[in-house]
């Protein structure tokens, strides 16, 4: 071969014009890869020993930094890519950096770190001007960090973005909350005069809301390992759930405290919950009905025949409703402390996804998988009252207006409808309601306000307007 390439003399990031930028680091923490406008160059650096988590320019352009997995943060200079140096001397944190970032004066730089803390630096003198710690548990790893404009924030391992303190340290400014999983159900209550949502979702936490400031935390306590399938209040104004981890919970909303409250282990997984006057609660799970009196398992129906789905219960409190996957809704009386069958079927037009008794008992909306709700009169020994078409795929979760004359139905088309009871042709119809999942439940604040919630991990509030 008449030549070969001998060496390559790689330009620089561009830093005069346009914006300079490094791409990343390889997992070896061997080479990082930056642009300098027209091709990308990868070059070596030898000095970590660990995965290399983030590459960092300083806006000026003068510096950059990398933050690795051994804990340390290398300087480098902007032009000559030639060492600086080693913020805090061997180790800039006890842990893994995930995260780095730059002042907009460029003179400090602010880290996040698996240590549970970050940590302000001063990149000219080479130390530690604030360390902010974040807590013990290992949901309190710091895995972001940005420092925009006078705000500096953090990213826990939680999910949870933390505002930080500049003049205090040891305590945020503000910490905002949420679920980072999947949401599953959710229900309303007022409390203390407020009106609050909670929300439960797949990893097994309860969150909740403030309806009007949209503030939100977490129960104290160990609570649900697994995700929570329903939630509903009792009489009581206790917080009624039902999870995976084949429990129903019962706790106190004034103390939303997990300690101390009461937790019923079941022998089969639950799928549904549902409360009645009395002290009664009605679980539906796999195969099995049972029966719970003042937090006690005392009745239960094992292999009914037919998969039950979701269950009801008539605000009198003297009906229980139980959808199947057959596509049939069964009608049982409480007695005690047992379960009486009826003997009456109510035919849906498909497999039972949800189903809810209106307010003042007159009516029983139930929702199933061909994309229809039907409607039956209580008072006209459950007659069909109306059906009500729209959907485009499988309807999953509904719920009645307090005005006994509307309710709302969301489905897997990520849409929900607000319907009119005496006109089912008259209706309100929320497009992509949440866009990236489908609606996977629903409740109503007040006559005019519903709250949705998705696989998006999101909650919506609507008004609603006929």
């Not at 398992?297 to 039950?308: A, H, L, Q, T, V």
């Not at 809704?329 to 079927?345: F, H, P, Q």
Request: overall charge negative; hydrophobic content about 35%; aromatic content about 8%.
């Amino acid at each position: 071969m008449p030549y070969e390439i001998k060496k390559v003399f790689a330009s620089l990031p561009q830093v005069e014009r346009g914006v300079s930028k490094i791409i990343g680091g390889d997992p070896k923490g061997n080479n990082f890869l930056y642009t300098n406008g027209k091709c990308v160059i990868l070059r070596n650096i030898d000095d970590h020993s660990r995965f290399v988590n983030c590459v960092r320019f300083s806006p000026d352009g003068n510096r950059f930094a990398t933050a690795s997995a051994d804990g340390q943060i290398y300087i480098y200079d902007g032009k000559t890519g030639e060492k600086v140096c080693a913020l805090g001397g061997s180790k800039a944190h006890d842990g893994g950096i995930y995260a780095i970032s730059w002042s907009p004066d460029s003179t400090h730089l602010l880290s996040a770190s698996g240590d549970k803390t970050s940590k302000i630096w001063d990149v000219n003198v080479n130390s530690v001007v604030s360390t902010f710690p974040m807590g013990s548990t290992v949901l309190d790893q710091q895995l972001g960090c940005l420092w925009q404009k006078d705000h500096l924030l953090s990213v826990s391992l939680s999910g949870y973005i933390n505002y930080l303190d500049k003049n205090n340290p040891s305590k945020p400014l503000r910490v905002i909350k949420g679920h980072s999983k999947s949401i599953q159900c959710l229900t309303v209550h007022k409390n203390g005069g407020k009106s609050y949502i909670y929300s439960g979702s797949h990893d097994g936490h309860i969150n909740y809301w403030d309806s009007e400031t949209g503030e939100n935390d977490s129960f104290a306590g160990k609570g649900h390992t697994n995700q929570v399938s329903r939630m509903t209040v009792d009489e009581s104004g206790q917080l009624v759930s039902c999870s995976m981890d084949d429990t129903v919970r019962y706790t106190n909303l004034m103390l939303r405290d997990y300690s101390g409250q009461g937790v019923v282990k079941l022998d089969v997984q639950p799928k549904c919950v549902a409360v009645g006057p009395g002290g009664y609660t009605v679980v539906v799970c796999i195969g099995q009905i049972v029966l719970l009196k003042d937090q006690k398992k005392c009745f239960s129906i094992d292999n009914p025949g037919y998969e039950p789905e979701v269950v009801a219960v008539h605000p009198g409190g003297d009906t229980v409703a139980v959808g199947g996957a057959d596509g049939n809704v069964r009608l049982y009386s409480i007695l005690g402390t047992t379960l009486k069958d009826e003997n009456k079927l109510l035919e849906a037009k498909g497999p039972v996804t949800d189903m809810a008794y209106s307010h003042d008992g007159a009516f029983l909306a139930v929702c199933d998988a061909s994309k229809v709700v039907t409607v039956f009169s209580v008072a006209d020994g459950y007659s069909e009252n109306n059906v009500f078409y729209g959907h485009h795929a499988k309807i999953v979760c509904l719920a009645w207006s307090p005005d006994n004359e509307h309710f709302a139905s969301g489905g897997m088309d990520m849409m929900v409808y607000v319907w009119t009871l005496s006109d089912p042709e008259t209706r309100v119809k929320i497009q992509d309601a949440h866009r990236l999942h489908h609606v996977s439940s629903l409740a109503w604040l007040d006559e005019h306000t519903l709250v949705t919630t998705s696989h998006d991990a999101s909650v919506k509030e609507w008004t609603v307007t006929y």
